[in-house]
């Protein structure tokens, strides 16, 4: 059995169906760190797949592919998860030779500062196969923070400017550009480099003063350099995009390595990052087939939500306020907008403030289970025991049984002095799980008195 194909099955076995568990394949993958001009960071990233598979049905070739996407920190702790699905079709004439033509799916996401561990499995649910990968991922802190950072290069081989026509945010879209990537890094050497880098919190005298270097490598010697006065970048907000572009015809088939530094007039290197790439003897490149989702302008405020709900996982509440508030501003009727910012604010014991959030989503047809929970939490939390029990009861209702909500019942029902059912609740609890001794000590403290 494949080693990779072994690593892989394990490593996803809970997420990966039967049906799929012997149809593993490669792929190649991009992830690239972007500071973007909200003053936040993105992640984007490309994958893929070693072939397409499609189906094919009068002359239509489809397949549909479902992409999980989990970010964890260093301890495995969830700090976000998302599913997206994309669908390919592909009429005859578009088809013939795709199938050895690249297939690549791009996304992008907003992203909290620190260090974390970033997997993407890739289902193709028409053909069974799936792909996957992981990556190391490390966001450096912006605010109060003044060491300046370079964020690793970007290489691409062409780049378009969609100046005209900024309606959405797109995939290694920096600034007016939308830049094409190969994962691999391999060019021609008819290609234009196209080099894209950033430059956080460098200081004032720098910036002015400073040189930017670009400079080609092979086994450790300089074979091509050019250098750019810093201040050619400088913007209103504190960082410099670098884009540039450099011919590579000059050079030779081989491996290389692109280095970036940043100097200060005296010569000294404040900044250097790089990045391996390789010039192929090949005439030709089968550039690939780019499958993306935009997000248009007018939800760009779905990205506040994604990143409070980064920092409620990370259990950084305080820092998450500012941004439910946003994306609540935005979508006030949205019940699952409106469960993050009032439990941030019950986290936060700003009582009023939840209990305003939740009080129109009560008595919804459908509701949330969390704004229910939370409401009734809220409703023991000032002592209105009756109102606690009729909301968790409703809760119940809605959503079933669980330990913690009968838990709740029972300690309301202890409060209002109704022994017998807060034995009732608790009981059921254990029913459901024994695992809780908390609970058996309460039921023996109540039975023995």
Sequence with gaps: MDDIYAQKFLYYKSLVEVEYSTNYIRCDYFVQPIF???????????????????????????????????????????????????????????????????????????????????????????????????????????????????????????????????????????????????????????????????????????????????????????????????????????????????????????????????LASSGKIILSSSKFFSITASSFIPRPLIKANALPKEKAFLNNFIIGLQLFNAQQYQKALPFFIKAHSHQPNNPLMAAYLGKTYFLLNQIANAESIFEPFINEKDGNYEIYFYAALIAKKKLNYRKALRLLQETMNKFGVNTTILNHIGDCHLALNEKSLALAAWQKSIELNPDQPQIKNKINNLTKK
């Design 36 to 262: 973007e001009s909200s003053g936040t960071f993105s992640i984007h990233y490309a994958i893929s797949p070693e072939r397409l598979s499609v189906n094919e049905y009068s002359g239509l070739y489809s397949t549909s592919f479902l992409l999980n996407g989990i970010v964890s920190d260093s301890n495995g702790k969830l700090i976000y998860q998302f599913e997206k699905r994309y669908e390919v079709k592909l009429e005859a004439e578009e088809m013939r030779g795709k199938t050895k033509i690249p297939f690549i799916i791009q996304d992008m996401f907003p992203i909290i500062p620190g260090e974390f561990n970033f997997s993407v499995l890739l289902k193709n649910t028409v053909s069974k196969e799936f792909t996957s990968f992981e990556e190391k991922i490390t966001i450096p802190q912006r605010q109060g923070e003044r060491t300046p950072i370079m964020i690793p290069p970007l290489l691409a081989y062409a780049r378009r400017d969609v100046s005209d026509n900024i309606k959405a945010f797109r995939p290694f879209q920096v600034d007016n550009y939308l830049l094409f990537i190969d994962p691999q890094n391999i060019f021609l050497p008819s290609d234009k480099l196209i080099i894209f880098s950033q430059i956080i919190n460098l200081n004032e005298p720098i910036k002015k003063s400073g040189i930017l270097r670009i400079s080609i490598k092979k086994n450790e010697e300089v074979v091509k350099s050019i250098d750019y006065p810093l201040a050619n970048y400088l913007n209103p907000e504190n960082k410099l995009n670098i884009l540039e572009e450099m011919s590579l015809q000059s050079l030779p088939p081989a491996h290389y390595c692109l280095e970036i530094q940043v």
